[in-house]
């Protein structure tokens, strides 16, 4: 079993609409999760960063962590074409320099 | 401000050769990393530097070596290509107090095919 289980889509869905991506895992000891977009042919980017569990608002994007169930999800809200990107979350333990990624989900927003 | 750049951008081997990818960064980071992405496989460590001078193994470290020439450039290289490193290849930095507060600034990666 992955440490790190992400769905990896495609997810298609209209402009406008809200989406979620979500990640389970399975170590408990992790602490700091990220979410990172990644356009075609590009390297991956930072796009949300959370501690422990709770929730982050940054625009559209909100990140929501659940550790009790050891659960994170990336909202999109009014979702637009240029969303349309792979999204990986990635997450790492206490005082660790090894931060492990899911595979990604691929988004596709279409007009 | 480049960020991170990466050279070759694409690279055809065949079997039992060798090369060297390239990577540079003007942010001063002191931590450097080289990660391949695989389909299904998601992004996975291969060899990382905490400062110059330093390097550790990840992952994925078997049929490659790396060096950290210098704060601004680690290198990654195949001794003798096989068809199973078909890939790409990222390469990442991140700021001085590394961990979790300090983001993974990525290249634009380097498609490796070995036929």
């Known amino acids: 079993q992955k440490e790190v289980e992400q769905d990896p889509g495609p997810l298609s869905v209209p402009e406008g609409a809200i989406v979620s991506l979500n990640c389970t895992y399975s170590?408990?000891?992790?602490?700091?999760f990220m979410w990172y977009r990644q356009y075609s042919r590009k390297g991956p980017e930072l796009l949300m960063y959370t501690y422990s569990s709770g929730n982050k608002e940054d625009g559209r994007f909100t990140a929501q962590v659940d550790k009790s169930s050891k659960y994170i999800s990336l909202f999109i809200r009014d979702s637009q074409p240029s969303d349309s990107a792979t999204y990986l979350c990635?997450?790492?333990?206490?005082?660790?320099?090894?931060?492990?990624f899911g595979t990604g989900t691929r988004l596709q927003v279409f007009p | 401000n480049a960020g991170v750049t990466q050279t070759p951008k694409f690279q055809v081997l065949k079997t039992g050769q060798s090369m060297t990818l390239q990577c540079a960064q003007d942010?001063?980071?002191?931590?450097m990393y080289w990660y391949r992405q695989d389909p299904g496989m998601g992004l996975r460590l291969i060899y990382y530097?905490?400062?110059?001078?330093?390097?550790d193994k990840g992952e994925v470290p078997n049929g490659y070596n790396v060096s950290r020439l210098n704060k601004r450039e680690f290198s990654l290289r195949l001794e003798s290509a096989a068809p199973s490193q078909t890939s790409v290849y990222f390469c990442a930095s991140s700021a001085p107090n590394r961990g979790y507060n300090s983001p993974l600034h990525f290249g634009n990666g380097t498609r490796l095919t070995v036929t």
């Open positions: 170590n408990s000891a992790f602490q700091y």
């Open positions: 942010m001063n980071h002191n931590s």
């Open positions: 990635a997450m790492s333990a206490y005082n660790t320099d090894k931060l492990i």
């Open positions: 530097s905490a400062s110059e001078g330093t390097t």
